[in-house]
C-alpha cells in the first residue's frame, strides 16, 4: 500500500502562482511514476502531470508551459509548481501514484487539494 497526502492548496490570484506537495509513504516501490490529476466541479477528473521514477514528465496540454512536476525521490515528495494560474485552473487537484507503461495508470490516490482562482 502507498499512501499519498497533498498540501499547498488555496487561493490564488489569476497569473499567480501556487505549489502543491504530495508525500508519499508505504509501498513506494511498487510504483513507477506519480502524477497528478484534477476535478472541477461538474467536469471530468483530468489528467495534469506525470513524472517518473528516472524524472521523465508529461503534461496535459492545458498546463503545458506552466506547470512543472518534479520529485525528490530521497524524501518520496513529488511536487506541482502552478504559475500563470488561470481562472479554468481551479479544482481539487489529486496526488496519485502508479505505474506508466505507455499509460498511465494510478493505483493509489490522495484525497485531494483545493486549489481556487480568484481576484
Not at 492548496?9 to 506537495?21: D, E, H, K, M, W
Amino acid at each position: 500500500q502507498v499512501q499519498l497526502v497533498e498540501s499547498g492548496g488555496g487561493l490564488v490570484q489569476p497569473g499567480g502562482s501556487l505549489a502543491l506537495s504530495c508525500a508519499a509513504s508505504g509501498s513506494i516501490f511498487s510504483t513507477n511514476a506519480m502524477g497528478w490529476h484534477r476535478q472541477a466541479p461538474g467536469k471530468q477528473r483530468e489528467l495534469v502531470a506525470t513524472i517518473t521514477s528516472g524524472g521523465y514528465t508529461n503534461y496535459a496540454d492545458s498546463v503545458k508551459g506552466r506547470f512543472t512536476i518534479s520529485r525528490d525521490n530521497a524524501k518520496n515528495t513529488v511536487y506541482l509548481q502552478m504559475n500563470s494560474v488561470k481562472p479554468e485552473d481551479p479544482a481539487v487537484y489529486y496526488c496519485n501514484a502508479g505505474i506508466l507503461l505507455g499509460d498511465y495508470r494510478p493505483d493509489y490516490w490522495g484525497k485531494g487539494t483545493l486549489v481556487t482562482v480568484s481576484s
